[in-house]
């Protein structure tokens, strides 16, 4: 039987950042079905926990395959509880990587998406030699603004997603930091 480990990207001063693994599907099906999941980055149809799984294969470790970065689970050192993801994103229709982040509802506001989207620049810049980043928003989501603008992003226009929305574009310079 061959057992995978869970390789810890980063720690920050209360949280791990690790690979997403295939046995978080209960907590990824859960993630993308809370209310601001479906809000403000869209229903990814998934609805049971074969379908969270097969997200985690083809979406999320697909992308640390196929670019070396991706989203990571963002786990409390303290009790181990995972709160949500937070990475970057290669997305066709952006020139640089992406900043994403989503906590589970009770996690907002705790400071803990301002952590974790922190270490993921730093190691963005110092470990995979990115100068710029972009964030995406809908452009109803005011929080989700707020916290790029604290971390150094800046508005830099909308741009037209896959699906036919208009979202906000926010760009972050190495020189900001």
Known sequence: MLV????????????????????????????LNSPSWL???????????????????YN?????????????????????ESLGLCG??????????????A???????????HEAAQSIMLLAKEQLGCSKLYAITSKDNGRSQ?????LGFSAHGSVVNPEGQTVSLFQWASSNV
């Open 39 to 57: 809000k403000y980055i869209g229903d990814r149809g998934v609805k049971d926990l074969n379908a969270a799984e097969h997200y985690i294969k």
């Open 60 to 80: 999320i470790i697909n992308s640390y395959q196929e670019h070396g970065f991706g989203l990571y689970k963002i786990t409390l050192k303290e009790s181990g």
């Open 4 to 31: 995978s480990k869970i390789v810890n990207v980063l720690e920050t001063k209360y949280l791990f950042l690790s690979q997403v693994q295939v046995s978080d599907g209960p907590f990824i099906l859960e993630l």
């Open 88 to 101: 970057l994103l290669k997305r066709d229709y952006l020139d640089y990587p992406d900043l994403g982040f």
């Open 103 to 113: 906590l589970m509802p009770q996690h907002e506001r705790q400071g803990y998406g």
């Open 146 to 150: 707020k916290l790029l603008q604290k």
